[in-house]
């Protein structure tokens, strides 16, 4: 019975995630998180109280090897639950977010990009790398190309239900377009499938009329091993490309509001954490000291 009972549970949450048109990695993430919360909690989640979201806080943080950031995005998915399928609205005021400690993530340089899409012989493997590295785009966005996205005469790429369902353009630069045609000489032109996705899996991964994109899996191996192949050492993941993107433009005194705009941020409060990863002796900012000596010595 109690199976059946979150089973309902599941389904209206659900509905209430598609209502809002959250992303697909959010809508499986957080379907994740509540079958875990429901597995904690055995019994119908209508008679927990918020002590009880607050020990199994607790739990995650203490009992588990789970980072901040992964402990928070597991409760936001039960403050969501408690919110919008229970109206249960005092666990959004009072289920306090955990501080994740602030650390300077790690970027890659451009000659270790350079490195990662020289050392693969795969044109597929070298658009991926390519695409990624020079717009920004998040690995789902990149998943959801299809061919009519990108734009040769105007050189751009039309980004359709980024994050936040919002579209954005950015810049198709010279060498991406160029990867991007060899790609799809080899691979796409004579193929026999019919798929508007720009980026498809193997042909022998093809089955029946329907045909998937490329999978999350498949991108995060193609650009763990191009790494591996470069001898890098970083643990390099797609969204880490993202990050070097937006610091090698900041390093080139690239203004914060545009790098906002190519990256889709919504605020520039989440942009503006790249400036902390910015390598100081690139940025080209005088020091106040040299000016005042200037001045004086006028």
């Known amino acids: 019975m109690e199976k059946n009972k979150h089973q309902n549970y599941i389904n209206k949450f659900i509905e209430e995630i598609e209502l809002r048109g959250l992303a697909e990695t959010t809508h499986k993430a957080y379907v994740h998180s509540i079958n875990k919360f429901f597995k904690y909690y055995k019994n119908d989640p209508k008679k927990l109280r ?62 270790e ?41 105007r050189m751009i790429i039309h ?34 499938v019919e798929s508007d996705w720009l980026f498809l899996p193997k042909k022998n991964s093809h089955k029946g009329p329907h045909i998937n ?8 191996y ?25 610091t090698h433009l900041l390093e080139r005194n690239v203004n914060l509001r545009h790098v906002q705009f190519l990256l889709g941020h919504a605020s520039v409060r989440t942009t503006i954490r790249y400036t902390h990863i910015a390598d100081i002796k690139k940025i080209d900012i005088p020091s106040p000291l040299d000016e005042i000596f200037s001045e004086v010595k006028k």
């Not at 994109?213 to 995060?220: D, R």
Request: net charge positive.
């Open 50 to 111: 918020l002590r009880d979201v607050k020990k199994y806080q607790r739990y995650l943080l203490k009992e588990t090897n789970l980072a901040p950031n992964t402990i928070n995005r597991h409760i936001t998915a039960v403050r969501f639950f408690y919110i919008h399928v229970l109206n249960r609205c005092e666990m959004n005021k009072f289920v306090p977010r955990i501080k994740p400690p602030r650390q300077i993530p790690i970027v890659l340089t451009e000659e």
């Open 113 to 153: 990009v350079a490195l990662m899409i020289e050392s693969v012989n795969s044109l597929l493997w070298k658009a991926i790398i390519s695409v990624l590295y020079s717009t920004g785009l998040r690995q789902g966005e990149l998943r959801n190309l299809k061919k009519t996205d990108i734009d040769s005469k």
């Open 159 to 192: 980004i359709r239900n980024g994050k936040g369902n919002k579209d954005r353009q950015v810049n198709l630069t010279p060498i991406t377009l160029k990867t991007l045609r060899a790609y799809w000489r080899l691979h796409r032109a004579n193929d026999e």
């Open 213 to 220: 994109k490329l999978s999350h899996t498949a991108v995060g």
């Open 222 to 246: 193609m650009v763990r091993k191009s790494a591996e192949l470069a001898g890098i050492t970083k643990k390099v993941h797609p969204h880490l490309l993202r990050h070097s993107f937006a």
